[in-house]
């Protein structure tokens, strides 16, 4: 069985990289710590290949302890120390064993991702332009109030007059104008590039 597991090869995807491994490295975590391991690191890579890596490794913010930092980082790494959620070496090599990075099963998993990541979106946009309806809802009201207060306390003064001053016309316009901004600043926050909705018609009836 082993024989077999040496000799034939299965690919595995990840991070968009193919990776040709033998089949008896997915059913023995030791053969893998003995590849990936310190002595790998600090006596089979040259300097070249060492910084290339190091590309990939946390960033500190004092640039004087930043080698001395990624190198103890390493040495943890490749010991199989755990960072506070496990290893990633043999976290890798868990979801190795588990199929993960077969071909097939890592494209239905990136679909689910992709999926997942867009049915977010979608919630968390509906979920703010329903909260900026509402501020909406709410404005609109007030200047709704506002401006129909001040025309039925003007009406109250002179009961006999059917018409409304300039300033009471200008007032309504400018209402109904901030309205319309308002409404508009909503629907590109929530990137809502529908026809108007419901919420929109029962607002513009309340003018």
């Known amino acids: 069985k082993q024989w077999y597991q040496r000799r034939v090869r299965e690919i595995a995807i990840y991070r968009d990289c193919a990776i040709n491994l033998p089949l008896l490295l997915y ?11 310190y002595d790998t690191w600090a006596l089979l890579l040259d300097d070249e290949e060492r910084d290339h890596l190091r590309q990939y490794l946390p960033h500190f913010p004092r640039p004087q302890d930043s080698y001395h930092l990624q190198e103890e980082t390493v040495q943890l790494l490749l010991s199989g120390k755990n960072f506070k959620f496990g290893n990633p070496v043999f976290l890798f090599h868990k ?62 003064v ?24 308002i409404w508009l600043s909503v629907k590109i926050s929530t990137q809502d590039y529908s026809n108007s909705s419901d919420e929109e018609r029962n607002l513009r009836g309340q003018t």
Request: hydrophobic share 35%; aromatic share 10%.
């Open 27 to 37: 059913s023995n975590r030791n053969i893998l710590a003995s590849v990936l391991n």
């Open 95 to 156: 979801k190795l064993q588990r199929g993960h990075f077969n071909p097939r099963i890592a494209e239905l998993l990136s679909i689910e991702q992709q999926a997942s990541y867009t049915k977010y979106r979608f919630k968390r946009q509906k979920y703010y332009k329903d909260l900026l309806t509402e501020i909406l809802m709410s404005r609109k009201t007030a200047l709704h109030d506002a401006v129909h207060s001040h025309t039925a306390f003007i009406g109250s």
């Open 158 to 181: 002179n009961k006999n007059r059917t018409y409304f001053t300039e300033r009471e016309l200008r007032l309504q316009v400018a209402s109904q104008l901030e309205y319309e901004k």
